[in-house]
C-alpha cells in the first residue's frame, strides 16, 4: 500500500475562464460564503517547466467548511492555468493542495515518487509548487507551505472577517 503525500489536504483548486461567473456558481451551488478576491498577481519567482517566467493571474479563496477552494483566473503568461484552460476551456479541478511545514523535504518526497516539477513560486515567505505524474488523469498535485501572514489570512477568510 502506498503512503500518504506529504502535508495535509486541504485545498480544491479550480482554474475558471471567468473568475466572477465561477464565484457566482459557487455561491449559488455549494452555499460558498464570501471570497477574498485578489486581483492580477503576479507570482514571484515564477517558474514553469524549466524557464523562469512571469504569470499574472487573479485569485479568490473561500471555504466550505475546512475545505479551502481557490479559484484561479489566467490574466497573461504560459503557466499551468493556461495549459488547463486550453485542454479544458470551460475550467474545473485544477490541483489538490497539501500545506506542508517543510517544503523542501516534501518537494524531494513527490520526486522520489516519480512527480515532476511544473510550476512554482512564492509569495512572501509562503512557498508553493505543482506536481504531475505520466499517469496523472489530469489534476495537478500542489505543496504548499504557508507562512504566517498566509495562515492569518486564511484564518481570517475561513471565519469571514476580511
Known amino acids: 500500500m502506498a503512503r500518504p ?3 495535509t489536504l486541504f485545498q480544491i483548486g479550480y ?7 465561477a464565484l ?31 504569470i499574472n493571474h487573479s485569485i479568490a479563496f ?4 475546512d475545505m479551502q477552494f481557490e479559484i484561479i483566473e489566467n490574466v497573461s503568461g504560459k503557466s499551468t492555468y493556461s495549459e488547463f484552460l486550453e485542454r479544458v476551456p470551460e475550467g474545473g479541478v485544477h490541483h489538490l493542495g497539501y500545506s506542508v511545514e517543510d517544503y523542501d523535504t516534501a518537494t524531494a518526497d513527490l520526486l522520489a515518487r516519480g512527480y515532476r ?3 512554482r513560486g512564492t509569495f512572501g515567505d509562503t512557498k508553493f509548487g505543482y506536481f504531475e505524474t505520466a499517469d496523472d488523469p489530469g489534476t495537478l498535485t500542489e505543496i504548499v507551505y504557508l507562512d504566517a501572514n498566509t495562515r492569518g489570512m486564511f484564518a481570517s477568510i475561513k471565519a469571514q472577517t476580511f
Do not use: C
Open 5 to 7: 503525500l506529504p502535508g
Open 15 to 21: 482554474v475558471v475562464p471567468n473568475l466572477d461567473a
Open 24 to 54: 457566482a456558481h459557487l455561491n449559488a451551488k455549494l452555499g460558498a460564503p464570501r471570497f477574498m478576491v485578489l486581483r492580477e498577481i503576479v507570482v514571484e519567482n515564477g517558474w514553469f517547466r524549466g524557464s523562469n517566467t512571469p
Open 62 to 65: 473561500g471555504y466550505v467548511g
Open 117 to 119: 516539477a511544473v510550476q
